[in-house]
């Protein structure tokens, strides 16, 4: 009788383990015994800001604070690469330059990366491409390109333009700006308006963990709940991560995966539940913003949205002609408004229904293209709309399901970035 018991449970165990094997060769086309997938890190807690020393900006809303290390994982790393010892520089952004920046040669570029995170990992991760695609154009052969970082995570429009008025009114120069954004003045313009405030505010999403500090009384019940809720569960999927990452039984990934997935959703349904949670009335805060004006219509405004922020990237361009430089600026290409086909590894790291952004892209990006076409267009704002760049790229080019970018995305924007700006009326043509 026990004989039979353990032929059972190996028998069971055998079939579990063929089954397993079979569901992550159809998943990801390999061998669960040779290959790994890779599995990209949950997304910040609003605490977690705090741990990575962002501050107050007088000017900017938030920034880091100097010298705040940043890390660039493996996976965005070229293969090989070494890990570089980045910091923040004497102004809070991600730049081994201290700013303004002044020019050492006459063959020098200056080229401004403005935008939020993902303008933040394209600084480090795409604009080594960029450099690489301009320097191969004859204008750019014997140049010096040397690429300035103003993204931060979480800037939204007007940030980018005060940010660019700020350094141009202290001496930065500038030859050529990139601005990549869209996503976040859709996004968080949309947790702004749930929660009472003027869309064009700072994120409420990364000024409200800052203004706790400042303002203890901020943190509801309800909040402190919540953000208890999303610590844990952070925690949760970390320690489930490190379970996967070290386990070499085909079976036990497959339920592990299920449930890293599951508590997954919970999380990011969490952090949506955060974002709109209210805290205590405005008036008891420290740091003011503006709310949103009563007499408006009830809904997210994205006609609004869209039209302040087609107004912002006209001042961009403005000031930057004034001192003949060149602007270019790029809607991002974001998974919610997509014609791409997405394999299911791929959709697995990418989708969620759960997404407190999901329903905003879907609606704002729209109303973006509009504005950009009735307010950018006319004026001959070099605007380029990237929603496209990765429709036909086999590989996967989303890390999360937010909005950003694996390696390869990074290097398809950087191409088609260097392809527009080529296109640009410039010193180059």
Known sequence: ???RIITSVIAFALCAELIALAAYYVDTGALFYTHRKTYADPLPTPGDRLVVREAVHPYFGFT???????EIPESLRAPGAAPAALTTNNFGFVSPHAYPFRKTGSNQVVVGLFGG???????????????????????????????????????????????LAYFLSIGQAFDLVVNIDGFNDVALAALNTGRGLESSMPSVQHMDP??????????TPEKLA???????????????????????????????ERLYQRELDRYVRELGRFSNLPSNPPENALV?????????????????????????SLLMRD????????????????????????????????????SPYKNSVEQGY????????????????????????????????????CCHYTLVGNHRLADFVAASILRTPGPWR
């Open 64 to 70: 880091h604070a100097p010298g705040t290390p940043f």
């Open 226 to 256: 919540s953000l208890a809720a999303i610590v844990n569960g952070r925690q949760r999927l970390t320690e489930r991560l490190d379970r996967i990452r070290s386990n070499r039984i085909a079976a036990v990934n497959l339920v592990l």
């Open 117 to 163: 995170s993902v303008g933040v990992w394209f600084c480090q991760v795409g604009a080594p491409r960029l450099v690489d695609r301009l320097t191969q154009q004859a204008y750019f052969r014997d140049k010096e390109i040397v690429p300035l970082c103003f993204s931060h995570e979480g800037y939204k429009q007007p940030q980018q333009a005060l940010v």
């Open 1 to 3: 009788m026990g004989a």
């Open 288 to 312: 003011q913003v503006a709310p949103a004006d009563t007499g408006a219509s009830h809904g997210v405004p994205f006609s609004t949205i869209a039209a302040n922020w087609t107004a912002a």
């Open 319 to 354: 000031m930057l002609a004034a001192r003949g430089a060149a602007y270019v600026h790029f809607l991002q290409p974001n998974q919610y408004d997509t014609q791409r086909r997405f394999s299911d590894a791929e959709a697995a790291v990418a989708l969620s229904e759960a």
């Open 366 to 401: 729209p109303a973006m293209r509009d504005a950009a076409r009735s307010q950018l267009a006319p004026r001959q704002v070099a605007f380029f709309d990237a929603t496209h760049v990765f429709d036909a790229e086999p590989a996967p080019v989303y890390m999360d399901n």
């Open 210 to 219: 800052l203004v706790a500090i400042i303002n203890q009384s901020a943190l």
